[in-house]
């Protein structure tokens, strides 16, 4: 009778066991609402979902676990809704999420390197943070019209060439002391940014760093800057105080050119 007993015990725990395990690998773990499906380009992510009994309805989070993301690895894929990269010193191709449409979050580990237009045209994106050790190429978010804000961290040195441009959205963004350079149009066409802070790390104001900024209203070039460049402010119709240190040695052509 006892070993009857002891038998149907091991038995009902073995299958407790089983079916544990099985609830364990069948649980879908989410992000922001949204299932996370592991995958490193959309031909993977796509045939995952395929294979799926009862596949979730997009927009998925995708969890990206490698060191390169190859070139446009899901540009135009409208599933994602988040990007979850896993590893540090990961390389973002170029391209590689250009006009995901429907892409809202993404999450940079530290130390990566973004690739030329990774997120160009990410029209659902409203805020990115962007870590330490980040290395960007130019027009990284250019045209991603719904973005609001952005903080770069601490440490980071450069904003590229058109990193932002076009960005009509947005409002804040956060540069730390650290900067020592702002690319050629950064923010060109940020038609709602009212205001921004510029490090005394800043040598010189670019070509059109922040032409078609409309709404700025109030600029204070830091005391290090000896080069105003072309077109820097060009149309910026709401500039009407902008303060110029004494140690600006040259303002370029059409600099300030169609401001009030």
Aim: net charge negative.
């Amino acid at each position: 009778m006892w070993f009857i007993f002891l038998t149907i015990f091991a038995i009902s725990i073995a299958t407790l066991i089983t079916y544990l395990n099985y609830m364990n690998a069948n649980r879908k773990q989410e992000f922001d609402g949204m299932i996370i499906i592991q995958a490193r380009n959309q031909d993977i992510l796509r045939e995952k979902i395929r294979k799926m009994t009862d596949p979730p309805s997009p927009p998925y989070a995708v969890l990206i676990d490698t060191k390169e993301i190859e070139l446009y690895a899901f540009q135009d894929c409208e599933d994602i809704g988040a990007v979850l990269i896993k590893s540090s010193f990961t390389e973002i191709g170029a391209w590689a999420f250009h006009r995901c449409s429907n892409l809202k979050k993404i999450v940079l580990p530290d130390y990566t390197k973004i690739g030329y237009k990774a997120f160009t045209g990410c029209t659902s994106l409203k805020e990115i943070e962007i870590p330490e050790g980040t290395e960007v190429e130019s027009s990284v978010f250019a045209d991603c019209i719904a973005l609001k804000k952005v903080v770069i961290s601490q440490g980071i040195s450069k904003i590229s060439d058109k990193m932002f441009a076009g960005c009509i959205a947005l409002e804040e963004i956060i540069i730390p002391d650290s900067i020592y350079e702002i690319g050629c149009g950064a923010f060109s066409d940020c038609r709602s940014l009212k205001g921004v802070y510029i490090p005394d790390k800043i040598k010189e104001i670019k070509s059109s760093v922040f032409s078609g900024c409309t709404s700025l209203m109030f600029f204070s070039i830091p005391r290090t800057v000896k080069r105003i460049g072309d077109c820097a402010f060009f149309g910026c119709e709401n500039l009407t105080n902008i303060i110029i240190p004494g140690r600006v040695e040259t303002i370029d052509a059409y600099a300030f050119s169609d401001c009030i």
